[in-house]
């Protein structure tokens, strides 16, 4: 009787500390050559790591994928073939060993011109952003670089209209005094000297 109730109270503990398989697992980010698997652990759970299995369907090799030290709930799945059904199981892992593993996860890589075709528009959007700041920028350098010019072209010729104003009434002095001094003087007498011979 004693041996039926301490394997009945083992059998009770080690239930309890026993995780419950990841729940929620599901695929984001999903390209041609990659993906991005996600998962919910319930609440409570001891969990120190996770462990990722991952396999072509109806091929028997498996990708195993496991860190621990981490509280993250995704992980990343990389060099996948497009165009190819793949499925995944997630473990939860905690100090005294891994989870049953979660209800397996199909899904199956794009097309690679379907993934080019059918780009993100948040990266279109992006990139749509990031060229017109450009756009931008250069007009502005154009506009500013063109004021520029046109402030150096018009105080330019301010300076020179300064300068042929001022010289203005200098020049007509001058003419006045050249025309003064081409004509012939004339004496009181009413003629011409004449030297005597």
């Known amino acids: 009787h004693m041996i039926l109730q301490k394997s009945f109270i083992i059998l009770i ?12 697992v599901s695929i984001r980010d999903l390209k041609g050559s990659s993906a991005v698997v996600t998962w919910d652990i319930p ?42 059904d ?6 939860s892992i905690s100090i005294s060993g891994p989870s049953p593993l979660s209800e ?12 080019q075709a059918s780009k993100s528009k948040d990266e279109v959007t992006m990139e749509e952003v990031g060229q017109n700041a450009q756009l931008r920028a250069a007009e502005l350098i154009i506009i500013v670089v063109v004021l520029i010019m046109w402030a ?6 301010c300076r020179q209209y ?11 002095k001058d003419k006045a005094k050249n025309s003064s001094e081409c004509s012939t003087p004339e004496h009181p007498s009413g003629g011409l000297l004449r030297s005597k011979v």
């Open 152 to 157: 150096g072209v018009i105080a330019l010729f």
């Open 86 to 91: 793949y499925i995944v199981h997630v473990q």
């Open 13 to 24: 503990l080690s239930k309890t500390d026993s995780l419950v398989a990841p729940v929620n």
């Open 104 to 115: 397996p996860l199909q899904f199956k890589t794009p097309k690679e011109a379907e993934t």
């Open 43 to 84: 609440d409570g759970e001891p969990v120190i790591g996770f462990a990722i299995t991952q396999q072509k369907k109806d091929v028997r090799m498996l990708r195993f994928i496991q860190e621990v030290n981490t509280t993250t709930r995704s992980c990343a799945l990389w060099d996948l073939e497009a165009d190819t």
């Open 162 to 172: 300064d300068i042929i104003k001022d010289n203005e009434p200098n020049n007509n």
